[in-house]
Each structure stands twice: as C-alpha cells, then as structure tokens.
C-alpha cells in the first residue's frame, strides 16, 4: 500500500566520531549511560522531523496528517525477529534523555519485558546494521509512517578533498 523508495547517500562522520569520543566518558560517569553513534544520528532526525514536518506524518483515510511531536520508533533485533519500541515526545528529550530512553528500550525489547503499548504509535522510525558491516539497505517502512532512517556501517577512508 506504499511507493518503497530509497535515497542513498554517505556522510563524513569524523566531527561527529570525535564528539562523541570527547562526550562518551563524561556521558557515562555523570549520566550512567554510553552515548553512540545511533544517539547523535536520533536525536539529528528528530530535530530534522521538526524542520521538515511531512516526513513525520501519515498518510490515513485519503489524506496526510502532520505530528507536531515525534515519537520515534528504534527497531531492535531479537533472536525471534524485530521489534519497535517507541522513544514517546522524542523531541522533548536531550541527548542524553534520549540515548538513555533508547538504550533502556532495547534492553527491555531484548529481555521481553516491552509492553505492547510502547511498541505502537511511532511517527518515524530508525534502524542501524552498521554493526553487521552492512553499508547499504532498504528498510521495511512501519505504515502509517511515511518514513523510516536505515543507517549502515561506518569505516575510515580516503577522501579527495579541493583542487
């Protein structure tokens, strides 16, 4: 019931690999929790879904609803599948707020102990298979959303830069 279309494209990441080494161990000790990239790339999509407010919609009965909030959907991989747990009001959090609540739900999604409430309602969605080496993907859209993020590997190399 949905066009499935995707866009690839590569990003450098050496600012961003060097932030989050420069914020991972005051992160830990002050907060109790690791920041990854996963985090910086959440919460850079949700500030980006209130910027761009039809990617964080719906198409239902005929017609496109837009959300002022964003609940974000964190597919988790399970020995039995994939779930969704659903980061509520993502747009509300810090960095911090949201790669804990992240964390936090793939940990109950990995034990199952995820209610199903909070494995509904997503506005927009991520998923990662960097950490399988895997660089490209189509992900699976999770309907009404009209979007999804797949984020893939990351890995060092050259890179011509000018003249």
């Keep these: ?3 499935q279309l995707t866009i690839t494209m590569k990003a450098d990441l ?3 690999l060097s932030l989050q080494k420069q914020l991972a ?3 830990k000790e002050r907060f109790g929790t690791k920041l990854t990239i996963t985090h910086f790339v959440s919460r850079a999509a949700v500030l980006a879904l209130q910027q761009h407010p039809h990617l964080n919609s719906a198409y ?5 609803i837009t959300y002022s909030h964003v609940h974000l ?3 988790v991989s399970l ?3 994939l779930v969704v747990p659903v980061i509520r ?3 509300k959090l810090s960095l911090i707020e949201l790669a804990k609540q992240v964390s936090e739900s793939a940990e109950k999604a990995r034990q199952g102990n995820m209610a199903s409430d909070n494995l509904q309602g997503s506005t927009f969605s991520i998923t990662n298979l960097g950490a399988y080496g895997i660089e490209h993907f189509t992900p699976i859209l999770n309907p009404p959303e009209t979007g999804i993020l797949g984020i893939g590997a990351s890995y060092d190399t050259p890179v011509y830069k000018g003249e």
Excluded: C, K, P
């Design 89 to 91: 009001h993502a747009e």
């Design 79 to 81: 020995d039995r599948g």
């Design 25 to 27: 161990s005051a992160a």
């Design 60 to 64: 239902q009965d005929e017609r496109i």
């Design 73 to 75: 959907g964190m597919a």
């Design 14 to 16: 050496t600012d961003l």
């Design 1 to 3: 019931n949905s066009a």
